[in-house]
């Protein structure tokens, strides 16, 4: 017991010692983001489809470990934040505001809408974040918006978010995790959880689940969100639908690669108010069944490209558990393309991740999260509640 709880010393602190690496958040443009395109191994398809050689159709890859190969330089858990805190025009913000400074509750309505779409972000066939490890953590800061995630639980791979801006007095809570299965010719991944959303001055909370991802591997390789997201306010009444959709399954991309249609009502009545159509990765409208006025509601290339790279501004308060640092030695790999460094860095924390599991098998530890509590039921699965009223300033932030 003594020589486990010393080796768990040890363990953090190497973890201490390691230098913070961050990367260009995922953009708008997948086939031009550095992520996707300068950090990618050559022959990527043949490798990826060589993976799924001895996988059997419905199984769970949860668990499946990935080389450096097919990964980007940042975890699942920074990419999850990135949706939060990386956004050009401040569209959380303005849900508190209304559009046009038009605070009326349909007006901010309009605007979370606008902003839940925001959150889905294009990627790229082939390629994709490290499983974070249990008890990592991201801490960024942009202007007043704090953002804190943790990974509470590493099966099934939950994430929190926690995220506030005091001076608007705006808090948003995410619990989230995916479920990804291989189906033959693609792997659909499941996103469970939802998103929370609280506008606090005009006591209003808007809940909202998310697109799932979907990987085609025949005959056109490519991935897309999929699936109808619901938003709900239950002290507006007010409520939205959307739908998510794909190209067809054969040939390229169509005009309905990245579309999405629906509607806004009243729950009460079921009367549209506005029709929204568009595409998320460029121009969303809502127009008025009434006067068929049209107007545009999101404008991704204005909220979505050209994110600029967090920096970290105080060294000292990086946490050991961050994802910069956790990843930092395997970031360095993958962005210099030095395949070896990569994969021998992150055998490195997958081993001594058994070695923690088994430590806490043998003293009968159960891992506690430090910044969330986690619940579960069968009926509504897991759920996350963070213990801190307001997420501090963050060592992380995004310039201006």
Request: net charge positive; glycine share 6%.
């Amino acid at each position: 017991m003594e020589n486990d709880q010393e080796e768990l010393k040890e363990m953090r602190n190497r973890a201490a010692d390691k230098e913070a690496v961050l990367s260009v958040p995922l953009s708008l443009d997948d086939e031009e983001d550095l992520n996707n395109k300068e950090y990618r191994a050559p022959n990527l398809v043949k490798r990826i489809l060589s993976l799924f050689t001895n996988i059997r159709p419905g199984s769970d890859l949860t668990r499946l470990q990935l080389p450096p190969l097919f990964n980007i330089p940042k975890s699942q858990l920074q990419c999850y934040g990135e949706l939060a805190y990386s956004n050009n025009n401040d569209l959380l913000r303005k849900c508190a505001t209304g559009i046009e400074e038009i605070n009326s509750a349909l007006e901010r309505f309009l605007c979370v809408v606008a902003w839940s779409i925001s959150t889905v972000r294009p990627l790229a066939f082939g390629v994709t974040p490290f499983n974070p490890i249990l008890g990592e953590t991201h801490h960024v800061s942009n202007a007043n918006l704090n953002v804190l995630l943790e990974q509470v639980s590493h099966h099934p791979p939950v994430s929190a978010l926690h995220a506030t801006d005091r001076t608007q007095n705006i808090e948003t809570i995410w619990c989230h995790y995916v479920i990804p299965t291989f189906h033959g010719t693609y792997v659909e991944g499941k996103v469970h959880g939802s998103k929370v959303l609280k506008l606090l001055n005009n006591s209003e909370t808007y809940v909202m689940n998310s697109p799932n991802l979907v990987m085609r591997l025949f005959p056109v390789p490519g991935v897309e969100s999929l699936g109808n997201v619901i938003i709900r306010c239950r002290e507006t009444g007010l409520e939205a639908e959307l739908k998510y959709k794909g190209s067809a399954f054969f040939g390229r991309r169509s005009s309905m690669h990245r579309a999405i249609e629906g509607r806004i009502y009243r729950s009460s009545s079921m009367k549209t108010l506005y029709e929204i159509a568009g595409h998320w990765d460029k121009t969303v409208t809502a127009k008025d069944p009434m006067n068929g006025k049209l107007r545009i509601i999101y404008n991704a290339k204005e909220a979505i490209a050209g994110l600029k790279t967090p920096v970290v501004k105080n060294p000292k308060g990086l946490w050991a558990s961050e994802s910069a640092v956790v990843w930092g030695e395997v970031n360095k790999g993958i962005m210099s393309k030095n395949w070896d460094k990569a994969r021998e860095a992150k055998s490195l924390i997958e081993e001594q991740e058994r070695k923690l599991v088994k430590i806490r098998a043998s003293s009968d530890n159960t891992w506690v999260p430090k910044h969330f509590t986690l619940s579960y039921s069968k009926e509504t699965g897991w759920d996350c509640s963070p213990i801190q009223r307001w997420v501090p300033p963050a060592p992380i932030v995004v310039p201006p």
